[in-house]
């Protein structure tokens, strides 16, 4: 049952992402051709950003698809960590625009004489993205809490509908006042919103790369637990990590009781075990070294 309802997912997943992708894809060209033709540095910063969005939909997309592929001799783990290396690729190019952006927007706010917006025809394609990125967001709403990959996607389009909120804003300010730095201003005000994303964004792929502890777990609470189950006199060596977003792995060395061994109830202790990391912490792939308490003694050092 766990292996259909996730392939059912990783389905449903690329089925989203796929017409997210068109979404934006479509949203990407009308504000190209209407930044070049109004000279709003706002829409082509939101169209910009609507690029780095495509660029990540795709590799999110193939990511997706890549990721149910079943393990291997060679990859143990299959091939799910490729969605993070996904997300990796969005935040460095979120990162990138957001530097971008605030550069081009400092030099109009400069000289604001050098450029001319056409109010009205920008505000009509900025409510048109806003339409569009907030039917997007509801598409891909629930799957940011499945997948590193789907959140990285979730975000970038959430950016996209805050960023055509400050459009329409800019637009609307320059039609009824004609405040020329209304245009760079609201360039600054997407840059400022991107770069928390990317920064997240890459925070969570560092947790992941680097094998920490995911940020919900405790590992002290977990060694509490494993301590109270009866037969077990120490546990060390523990250690735990996410090959992506949502899949933890844990592993422990166990110190048991004589008894336990000698009367052959190992696979009932492994049991328990189990069953309190998955019920309780919610991890599903857990591996034990069960080692009698005389043996404990021989190893040379515990890691905690």
């Not at 059912?8 to 690329?14: E, V």
């Not at 992402?17 to 060209?29: D, H, R, T």
């Not at 899949?247 to 328990?272: K, Y």
Request: hydrophobic residues 55%.
């Amino acid at each position: 049952m766990g292996s259909g309802h996730a392939h059912g997912s990783g389905s449903g997943d690329r089925r989203r992402l796929a017409a997210a992708l068109a979404v934006v894809l479509a949203v990407l060209v009308a504000e190209v051709v209407a930044g070049i033709l109004t000279g709003s540095l706002a829409l082509l910063s939101d169209a910009a950003h609507m690029a780095s969005d495509a660029i990540g939909l795709g590799v999110a997309l193939v990511a997706s698809a890549v990721a149910a592929r079943p393990a291997t001799d060679r990859h143990t783990y299959g091939f799910r960590r490729v969605e993070v290396l996904a997300a990796l690729v969005n935040g460095v190019l979120l990162t990138v625009l957001a530097v971008s952006i605030t550069v081009e927007a400092a030099r109009r706010l400069a000289a604001p004489e050098t450029v001319e917006v056409l109010a009205a025809p920008m505000l009509v394609v900025a409510v048109v993205g806003l339409v569009a990125n907030a039917g997007t967001l509801l598409l891909l709403r629930g799957g940011d809490r499945r997948s590193l990959n789907m959140r990285g996607a979730y975000l970038e389009v959430l950016g996209d509908l805050l960023g055509s909120v400050v459009t329409v804003a800019a637009g609307v300010a320059l039609l009824l006042s004609g405040f020329a730095q209304a245009d760079a201003i609201a360039s600054i005000a997407i840059a400022v919103l991107i770069a928390p994303r990317a920064f997240l964004l890459l925070r969570d792929v560092a947790r992941v790369l680097t094998e920490s502890a995911p940020r919900e777990t405790d590992v002290a609470q977990i060694r509490r637990h494993m301590l109270e189950t009866q037969g077990v006199v120490d546990v060390h060596d523990v250690h735990v990590w996410a090959i992506t977003s949502g899949s933890p792995v844990f592993s422990a060395h166990v110190v048991v009781a004589s008894e336990i061994f000698t009367a052959g109830r190992t696979g009932q202790l492994l049991d328990r075990l189990g069953e309190c990391l998955t019920d309780h912490f919610d991890v599903a792939h857990s591996t034990f070294q069960l080692e009698p308490s005389e043996h404990a003694a021989h190893e040379d050092h515990h890691h905690r």
